[in-house]
């Protein structure tokens, strides 16, 4: 659905409430204009010889205008807040429910900042537009009509219209000169970040710094770009006081014309005093309408510029969906993998070439090869975290792409290498998949992984938060955690642990790899590892180097081989020399 | 620093820390700034002045122009004219007024962020391990900001607003001053809602930012996320949560622009109720002939003019308090004092440290008073020799090599470079000898040729290319785009983890240094990339006494000398053979790191 009927829709089902709020301040806006007039006629009856009870009628009458006008208008402005800020909600669950569908591509693709940025800037930028944007412009149609009329049929048309020229530039001006103003400010907050960022990395090579010295250099650096923001900074401020001088100048010289020619019709009795006081009154009453139509117009433009990157974002198509027909059956959890050969969109090399390689249910495969080789492409082609060819990679004998989305996801149990973590406790983070377990599964989970020592030494144990993507643990317990969430998910079928070892020492390595000796036989386990020693388990090694297998076998059969994989066995037994 | 006499310490030790004392210390970086300050002032109540004058103009026009019996244009004509020069003349001091004070407060915000900023760099590495980068950075960036408001805003509204309220009182005084103090009765009144309302607005604002942050944060994490998210099948739960939170957010949102609407109509109402009672009293008063009928109108619009001032200064308070609570934050760092100090006259210069022998005489260490971290450590490593440190994670293998960087001072024993105690030479003598080459490579944001020569602008291009053809970084550096002009960013997302600590090694190459210290430089590598590295290892080593901290013993299988440490004590130590025929720590690392160690061993380890 395209954001604009997004807005169609939402605002053609609250057709009622918007017309009501409309109407409000249409009320508002006809009330309000009568104060000058009350008070225009109020002047006049001093000529005319009025009364203390006169007087008091009048005071009475101002009073009530005013009261009427700001509760009206009050409630006009509240409910279109009300309905944008609605409107706002609505358009960020969209978006999040539609990031959700989304593959690892698109997050790959597309960073998180960038993504963020939508929901920071673009879902409010369309929520000013629906609720400011849209009050003002209302009000100031009315007030603009209102005004005019009053001005033109109960004082005097040709006043109007000859002290109106000036102001009316007052849009022009703001059309023109309020992008320009944006942009400055945007190179001003550019400066800042420039500056915030040279801090950041500065602060954070600060040992770098020390060790060489290189403080002066640093400081000199960071001069530069605080030189650059005054320089930004001032550029702005040169235009906003331009800004900020120029309509008040315009305004100034209507007031004047209106003073001159306004007392010219009085001397000449075409108008009353008290009409001319009156339009005095009007004249300021109309610099703001026509102040909001040059902002509403800058409003309107940026956000609609928002509202068509979010309509580009909603109308990504999900690149991995479940099939029409899903196959359903008990599944068992064999993976083979037949002629998979894959290449990245957008890439010349193919990440895998023909790979084969089988692992009956219960058995153990074992992947190893340098940073790049296709360890972790593998994996994920399993997890149909892209899309591999069709029957290339079967579970059970079914093409992964025949399974419905959310079955492959019950049966895989997976350990990322970075062991993400959300910012929630440590005993969600294990449960993530079973927020209904009691807390002694969480406990065993955290024992098998060999966390759980570190969960009774927190503050809180197993409710302590992790902080931010786990910051609080190490690489190690991370990634502990991590393998944790994966144990406890007791009903998969398919185990999947990339290189998920590789932070924790080799002590806890080993214990780690004892507990997933134990599940042997009921699970399909899966480890890509580039230190050999957590492959002890394996039954069957493929040995992967730009994308080929180019060896395969028992560890003992590998051996004898004496190729690749020895080599690499005996550097990091340090057998073979390394130095010199 | 030779600017910074304001917290110039040595003269002003006595200071105590609160929000006072400091704001009255960061003020005294306006000081040089009185006159444009005091032109400020004086462009204010022009400004000011030719607010007030025209209602007074609107005024004599009714009164004795149009009123008068034989109504005369030519005078209103004048008035006219007058009038448009006053607007003129008020615009135009506003517009010189506010630029030069914007450039005065950016000026003083400048000289503030380059102290800061220069103080932060001059202090000890004690100081990084107990204050937060995160928080450093917003010292330097919105902390900074903040007290900038305190020059633009706060001062800006306390004489703009003040002097706005007095003239307008002033002038009403002047044309009637009985009439005049019945309508001072709206000041307070104005004065207790807006403040009233504040209070709320700030509290509702504050809710809603924490609940955006709340929203926010649970969005960036979840894209970050997204992928363990559906491997683990959670969407729904997931959703439920954000929309949790979106709805809180929501609700925040809605109450804060509840409060907005009523708090301006409010002020609006106000407004025209003060109109109202004018006309009445004011009425009455031309009913008596107390007053004339322009004296009313000027009444009128005068009574106006009292909102915005009250509002804009009532606002000020909270400027006041946020820019105290960030100079007491900047005043903290500043007063903080660099714990290792430089030699008062150092005793030696480059030349005589010029061998390389690095000696630990009776070292011990602690970071915290009570937990020592080395224990009487006792070795001397000979010049041009590549020794070796291994041991446990804690063992104090990193923090030997922050002793002998200088990062902290020693607190028994001493390092000694050739035999001099590196606490008697000065930092960029001793940083000039040596390079230190960590596990994280620091990259920043700058071309690849600044990013070896960190910057300098001493060091050529041509020695740049030299380091890295040395360094074995010069072939992945042919290949990029740019070639040594290639941008990198702090994050160096474009840069491998091996291309990355090939970089750093032609970094400390370009430094030419005669001592080499590799503080688990190739940890985080794959096996075949560190084959790669340990060639360019080799090279750079070559005729440098190099210290290597392995997280991998088949790094330092060919040193000299490996030293091995175990809580804070060296326990064994010589060549990998020697080490192995020892049959002790050593080895048994060794035998644990090897890939066949037992498994099935394991397995007898209880599950708890």
Redesign the interface.
């Known amino acids: 659905m395209v954001p604009k009927d997004i807005i169609g829709s939402f605002m053609w089902r609250r057709k009622w409430i918007y017309l009501l709020s409309i109407a409000a301040i249409g009320v508002a806006e006809a009330v309000q204009v009568q104060i000058p007039r009350v008070l225009g006629n109020f002047i006049n009856q001093f000529k005319l010889g009025i009364t203390a009870a006169g007087v008091t009628h009048y005071a009475l009458l101002l009073m009530a205008i005013a009261a009427v006008y700001v509760v009206t208008f009050g409630l006009g402005q509240f409910i279109m807040g009300h309905l944008g800020r609605t409107m706002e909600f609505e358009l960020r669950e969209r978006l999040f429910a539609h990031w959700e569908t989304l593959s690892s591509r698109y997050f790959q693709q597309h960073s998180v900042g960038d993504l963020l940025n939508h929901a920071l800037t673009d879902v409010p930028a369309v929520r000013e537009a629906m609720s400011g944007g849209f009050n003002q412009i209302t009000q100031a149609i009315f007030l603009f009509v209102a005004t005019l009329y009053m001005t033109i049929s109960s004082i005097n048309p040709d006043l109007t219209l000859v002290s109106l020229v000036p102001i009316l530039l007052i849009p022009g001006i703001i059309v023109i000169v309020g992008p320009k103003v944006r942009i400055r400010s945007r190179l001003v907050q550019e400066a800042l970040s420039n500056m915030a960022e040279l801090a950041e990395e500065s602060f954070q090579a600060i040992r770098l710094i020390k060790a060489t010295s290189n403080e002066a250099v640093e400081i000199d650096r960071f001069k530069t770009l605080v030189d650059e923001i005054v320089a930004r900074q001032m550029r702005l401020v040169q235009l906003n006081t331009l800004f900020q001088a120029i309509l008040p100048l315009l305004s100034g010289v209507s007031f004047a014309i209106g003073l001159v020619y306004g007392g010219d019709l009085v001397i000449h009795h075409q108008i009353s005093l008290g009409s001319f006081v009156a339009f005095t009154v009007y004249l300021s009453m109309l610099v703001t309408p026509l102040m909001q139509f040059g902002f509403v117009i800058n409003t309107f433009q940026n956000s609609s510029a928002s509202l068509i990157r979010i309509g580009t974002l909603l109308s990504v198509q999900p690149d991995i969906a479940d099939p029409e027909t899903p196959v359903e059956k008990d599944w068992l959890g064999g993976v083979t993998v037949r002629d998979l050969t894959f290449r990245y969109p957008g890439s010349k090399v193919s990440a895998l070439d023909a790979v084969s390689v089988s692992v009956p249910h219960g058995s153990t495969l074992g992947v190893v090869g340098r940073t790049g080789s296709g360890k972790t492409t593998l994996l994920n082609l399993i997890l149909r975290d892209y899309d591999p060819p069709a029957a290339t990679i079967l579970i059970d004998g079914v093409d992964v792409r025949d399974m419905r989305l959310a079955d492959l996801r019950e049966l895989v149990a997976y350990v990322p290498q970075d062991g993400f973590l959300f910012s929630t406790t440590i005993g969600s983070n294990i449960a993530f998949s079973q927020p209904t377990v009691v807390p002694e599964q969480v406990e065993h989970a955290a024992r098998q992984s060999r966390i759980m020592d570190t969960i009774r030494a927190m503050p809180e144990g197993i409710h302590t938060p992790v902080g931010e993507r786990g910051i609080m643990l190490s690489g190690g317990q991370r990634q502990r955690t991590a393998i944790a969430r994966a144990l406890i998910k007791s009903q998969a079928k398919i185990l999947i642990l990339d290189d998920s070892l590789s932070a924790v020492d080799t002590r806890t390595e080993t214990e780690i790899l004892g507990v997933l000796q134990g599940v042997r036989g009921q699970k399909t386990t899966i480890i890509a590892a580039h230190r050999l020693s957590a492959l002890r388990l394996a039954d069957w090694i493929i040995v992967l180097d730009k994308g080929r297998i180019v060896e395969q076998g028992t560890h003992a059969e590998l051996m004898r081989n004496n190729a690749l994989y020895a080599r690499l066995y005996r550097i990091q037994s340090g057998g073979e020399p390394a130095h010199g | 620093m030779a600017k910074a006499q304001p917290f110039d310490i040595d003269r002003e030790e006595t200071l105590s820390s609160t929000s006072f004392s400091a704001m009255r210390r960061l003020l005294a970086y306006a000081r040089p700034h009185w006159s444009s300050f005091l032109i400020v002032v004086g462009l204010v109540i022009v400004y000011n002045l030719t607010q007030v004058v025209q209602p007074w103009?609107?005024k004599i026009?009714?009164d004795q122009?149009?009123?008068a019996h034989h109504?005369?244009?030519h005078a209103?004509?004048v008035?006219?004219?007058f009038?448009?020069l006053v607007?003129?003349v008020g615009?135009?001091s506003?517009?010189i007024q506010?630029?030069r004070l914007?450039?005065t407060g950016?000026?003083i915000i400048?000289q503030i962020?380059?102290d800061l900023?220069?103080h932060?760099?001059?202090l000890s590495?004690r100081f990084?391990d107990t204050h937060e980068?995160g928080r450093?950075?917003t010292n330097?960036?919105s902390d900074t900001?903040r007290i900038s408001l305190f020059f633009t805003n706060f001062l800006l509204s306390v004489i703009r607003d003040g002097f706005s309220i007095m003239l307008v009182m002033a002038a009403m005084l002047l044309l009637d001053w009985k009439l005049a103090l019945i309508s001072f009765i709206v000041i307070p009144v104005i004065a207790l809602i807006s403040v009233l309302f504040r209070n709320k607005l700030r509290y509702s604002y504050g809710y809603t930012r924490s609940q955006l942050s709340r929203?926010?944060?649970y969005?960036?994490?979840?894209?970050?996320?997204?992928?363990?998210?559906?491997?683990?099948?959670?969407?729904t739960?997931?959703?439920d949560q954000?929309?949790k939170l979106?709805?809180a957010y929501?609700v925040g949102?809605?109450n804060e622009?509840?409060w907005s609407?009523?708090f301006n109509?409010?002020f609006?109402?106000l407004g025209?109720?003060s109109?109202?009672?004018m006309?009445?009293v004011g009425?009455?008063a031309?009913?008596h002939h107390a007053i004339q009928?322009g004296v009313?109108?000027a009444f009128?619009s005068y009574i106006r003019q009292f909102f915005t001032p009250i509002n804009s200064l009532t606002q000020q308070w909270n400027t006041l308090q946020s820019s105290m609570i960030s100079a007491e934050r900047i005043g903290g760092v500043l007063l903080t004092r660099p714990e290792v100090v430089e030699p008062p006259a150092p005793s030696t210069t480059d030349a005589s440290l010029g061998r390389g022998r690095v000696a630990f005489e009776h070292v011990s260490f602690g970071y915290q008073p009570g937990q020592p971290i080395l224990k009487d450590i006792h070795f001397q490593v000979e010049p041009r020799s590549?020794v070796g440190f291994v041991g446990?994670?804690g063992a104090g293998k990193s923090t030997l090599m922050a002793l002998l960087?200088r990062?902290y001072d020693v607190q028994s024993g001493a390092v000694t470079i050739d035999g001099v105690d590196i606490r008697q030479v000065g930092?960029?003598d001793?940083?000039?000898i040596?390079?230190?080459v960590?596990q994280e490579v620091?990259?920043?944001?700058g071309t690849v040729a600044d990013n070896i020569r960190?910057?300098?602008a001493d060091i050529s291009d041509r020695a740049v290319e030299e380091a890295a053809e040395i360094a074995g970084a010069a072939e992945f550096i042919r290949v990029m785009p740019g070639g040594y002009r290639s941008w990198l960013t702090?994050k160096g997302s474009n840069l491998?983890?091996?291309q990355r600590q090939l970089l750093a090694f032609a970094r400390a190459l370009t430094?030419n240094p005669r001592i080499l210290i590799l503080d688990e430089a190739t940890a985080s590598?794959?096996?075949?990339?560190?084959?790669i590295l340990?060639q360019g290892?080799?090279r750079i080593a070559e005729g440098r006494t190099t210290l290597v901290i392995a997280h991998?013993?088949?790094?330092?299988?060919?040193?000299d000398t490996i030293y091995v440490m175990d809580q804070g004590r060296v326990v064994e130590q010589g060549t990998h053979q020697h080490l192995i025929e020892l049959g002790g720590y050593y080895a048994e690392l060794?035998h644990?790191?090897?890939?066949?160690?037992?498994?099935?061993?394991?397995?007898?380890?209880p599950?708890?």
């Open positions: 103009l609107v026009v009714i122009d149009l009123l109504p005369r244009l209103i004509a008035v006219g004219v009038y448009l607007t003129f615009l135009v506003n517009f506010n630029r914007q450039l950016q000026t400048r962020r380059q900023f220069a932060i760099e001059s590495m990084f980068t450093l950075i330097v960036t900001n929203l926010i944060g969005t960036a994490e979840n894209l970050g996320g997204m992928r363990i998210t559906q491997l683990f099948h959670q969407e739960k997931q959703m954000y929309s979106n709805q929501t949102n809605v622009f509840r609407v009523l109509r409010t609006d109402a025209n109720f109109v109202a009672l006309a009445w009425g009455l031309v009913l009928l009313l109108y009128t590549f446990q994670t960087t990062f930092s960029r001793l940083h000039r040596m390079a230190i960590q620091n990259l920043f944001s960190l910057f300098r702090a491998s983890l091996g430094l590598l794959d096996s075949h990339t560190e084959m340990q290892l080799t991998r013993l088949s790094t330092i299988r060919q040193a060794v644990r790191s090897g890939p066949t160690a037992d498994v099935s061993g394991a397995a007898d380890f599950l708890d």
